[in-house]
């Protein structure tokens, strides 16, 4: 299973915000999409998850392209995302923030709760779990947002700029815990940043 991106451009009105991208993406890799602020990472996010529509190019899905799909259609087939500044429910506590996806996928509460458990122990959150959501220490907040992101679960997750904001030391930890995520949930991850160090790094 892949994901594919094939010459992908955006323009917004005369200007070109992605020229050409092509991309591949297995199960279990990590690809790193490097870039300084306005280079088109977030641009490209949202054209493979389908809230942008490419002026041209495909995006392939396991054979498929997926690209007149919505975003709803697309996590369905297996692609997660979290957002730059990706909220959670601030009324509720930390496993219900996981848990509600669950239930919305038509889990029972029981297994959803048990789920997220599990993809908060996977991203080293689980002291986190009966915490509010609101409060959290910044970190803890993006550490969240993955596993919320994971109770897709996806075959493909998409970062955008996911150490942005945390120390070297954080960014690092965070970097060995998606690593870890790709072989064990056997999920391929694109990982946006402008740290080219870390992706480096970090990428296959
Ligand atoms: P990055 O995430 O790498 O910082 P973006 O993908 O957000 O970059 O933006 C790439 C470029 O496209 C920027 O110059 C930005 O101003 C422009 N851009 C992004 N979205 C839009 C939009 N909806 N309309 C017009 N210009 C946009
Ligand atoms: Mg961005």
């Known amino acids: 299973m892949s994901l594919e ?17 092509t991309i591949s993406l297995k199960k279990a890799e990590i690809v790193g999409l490097i870039g300084p602020n306005g280079a088109g990472k977030t641009t490209c996010v949202n054209v493979i998850t389908g809230f942008q529509d490419p002026s041209s190019g495909t995006v392939v899905l396991d ?34 923030n996981l848990a509600v996806t669950g239930v919305g996928l038509g ?39 993955i596993a919320r992101a ?7 997750l998409l970062l955008d700029e996911p150490a942005a904001g945390m120390s070297e030391a954080e960014a690092n930890d965070l970097a060995s815990i998606i690593r870890r995520i790709a072989d064990e949930l056997d999920c391929g991850v694109l990982w946006s940043d402008h740290n080219v160090g870390l992706v480096l790094s970090l990428s296959n």
Do not use: W
């Open 107 to 145: 889990h029972s509460r029981r297994a959803s709760e048990e789920e997220a458990m599990r993809l908060l122990t996977c991203m080293d959150a689980a002291q986190l779990a009966e915490l509010p959501a609101a409060g959290l220490p910044y970190t803890d907040e993006r550490r969240v947002g």
């Open 150 to 156: 994971l109770m897709f679960s996806p075959d493909f």
């Open 5 to 21: 991106l094939g010459s992908i451009s955006v323009a917004f009105g005369g200007f070109k915000a992605l020229d050409n991208v």
């Open 63 to 96: 054979g498929q392209n997926i690209n007149a799909k919505t975003p709803h259609d697309i996590r369905r087939r297996g692609l997660a995302r979290t957002f730059q500044a990706g909220r959670l429910f601030t009324g509720l506590d930390v496993l219900d």
